[in-house]
Every structure is written in structure tokens, then in C-alpha cells.
Nanobody, 122 residues
């Protein structure tokens, strides 16, 4: 599976961004998809995840209420809509795919995109 993330950029605090991750290779609709982020000097953490059908989602407490993960299996794409962005959201955002049932364990994500930088200025 190849994953290509896009949509990052520089935005002011309070602004919005929509990240996209296009997948190719394996049947996208069978995969659990997740977004993770890594800020400078910090570990990579999960932001959100979505089951293959979209019926189940997970959000980290730090983004709950501000972020929405969604997927379009017809387009082999997963999205991360981020609103009310804060400077602490600044990080490299990675999309990842897991062949396992719905989970948020990074070690169970088999495929990773290249990352897209999100910078939120105060």
C-alpha cells in the first residue's frame, strides 16, 4: 500500500486545514486508517483513526471536538478536517494504514505515508 498525504501548510491559530491521504495498492476499503503526528522533540502520537467502514472512529483527547476523520472508499482517500487550530497542533502529520481490526496502536499500522507539515502560528 502506498500512501500520499497532502494538505498541510501554515495557518494562523483558529484557522482550519483539511489533510488528505490517497492510498493505492491494496484494497483500501479493508484497511483501518489513522492519522498520527509528531512534534519536534516529541514522540509520534495518534490523532485519529477510522475503521474500514467508517462506523468507528477514535480521537485523541487533545483534538476531540476540533478534528474529524472521514474516508471515501470509492476514492481510496482518508481525510482529516482540523478546525480551531492551536499552536500546539504544529507537527508533521502522517497517515497510516493497518490491516488489523480497528485499533490505534502504531505498531499495528503496516503502511505509512511520507508526512505533511502543519504549522500553526499564534
Amino acid at each position: 500500500v502506498q500512501l500520499q498525504a497532502s494538505g498541510g501548510g501554515l495557518v494562523q491559530a483558529g484557522g482550519s486545514l483539511r489533510l488528505s491521504c490517497a492510498a493505492s495498492g491494496r484494497t483500501f476499503s479493508s484497511l483501518t486508517m489513522g492519522w498520527f503526528r509528531q512534534a519536534p522533540g516529541k514522540d509520534r502520537d495518534v490523532v485519529a483513526a477510522i475503521s474500514w467502514s467508517g462506523a468507528r472512529t477514535y480521537y485523541a483527547d487533545s483534538v476531540k471536538g476540533r478534528v474529524t476523520i472521514s474516508r471515501d472508499n470509492a476514492k481510496n482517500t482518508v481525510y482529516l478536517q482540523m478546525n480551531s487550530l492551536k499552536p500546539e497542533d504544529t507537527a508533521v502529520y502522517y497517515c497510516a494504514a493497518s490491516g488489523s481490526p480497528f485499533n490505534v496502536n502504531q505498531r499495528r499500522y503496516d503502511y505509512w505515508g511520507q508526512g505533511t507539515q502543519v504549522t500553526v502560528s499564534s
